[in-house]
């Protein structure tokens, strides 16, 4: 397995053992190359974790220094028919989960990675609201690393 796909991994594991729930549920953290899911499907919570970037960069002369980019993709279809109000409080607990997460991934280092930083962009994806009443939103967690060659 690459080294993107085993820190991905990681970061699932890592995810799992966090109990984090959302509307009484534990979520469920699946690692995915490409989430391809209907907007049907998304009437249940999906969060997905893939990697996004590798950029190998030199430290020294001697050392060379990966930094990778995970994404944490979140993405629920609002309820059907709700209202105003419940679309708000439902639209709130899902930021909450975003930062929930975001909280639980900051300062971690994976599989001999350490933490760079950790960004939410977009926190909603207006687009998919607007469109598909669908909540998108994207945790991106930086990690680097330094190998000796």
Same mark, same amino acid.
Request: proline residues 3%.
């Given at each position: 397995?690459?080294?993107?796909?085993?820190?991905?991994?990681?970061?699932?594991?890592?995810?799992?053992?966090?109990?984090?729930?959302?509307?009484?549920?534990?979520?469920?953290?699946?690692?995915?190359?490409?989430?391809?899911?209907?907007?049907?499907?998304?009437? !249940?919570?999906?969060?997905?974790?893939?990697?996004?970037?590798?950029?190998?960069?030199?430290?020294?002369?001697?050392?060379?220094?990966?930094?990778?980019?995970?994404?944490?993709?979140?993405?629920?279809?609002?309820?059907?028919?709700?209202?105003?109000? !419940?679309?708000?409080?439902?639209?709130?607990?899902?930021?909450?989960?975003?930062?929930?997460?975001?909280?639980?991934?900051?300062?971690?280092?994976?599989?001999?990675?350490?933490?760079?930083?950790?960004?939410? !962009?977009?926190?909603?994806?207006? !687009?998919?609201?607007?469109?598909?009443?669908?909540?998108?939103?994207?945790?991106?967690?930086?990690?680097?690393?330094?190998?000796?060659?």
């Amino acid at each position: 397995m690459s080294q993107a796909a085993s820190i991905a991994q990681a970061v699932v594991s890592h995810l799992e053992l966090s109990n984090i729930t959302f509307d009484s549920e534990f979520v469920n953290f699946q690692r995915s190359w490409l989430p391809d899911v209907s907007v049907e499907d998304l009437a !249940e919570l999906k969060v997905f974790v893939t990697p996004r970037t590798q950029t190998t960069t030199m430290m020294t002369r001697r050392s060379l220094s990966d930094i990778l980019q995970i994404d944490i993709l979140i993405q629920k279809k609002l309820e059907q028919g709700a209202s105003e109000s !419940e679309a708000l409080n439902e639209l709130d607990n899902l930021v909450d989960l975003v930062e929930t997460i975001r909280n639980y991934v900051s300062g971690q280092d994976y599989l001999g990675t350490f933490f760079k930083s950790v960004s939410v !962009e977009p926190l909603v994806a207006q !687009e998919h609201l607007e469109s598909m009443r669908v909540f998108t939103s994207v945790v991106t967690l930086t990690l680097q690393d330094q190998q000796p060659f």
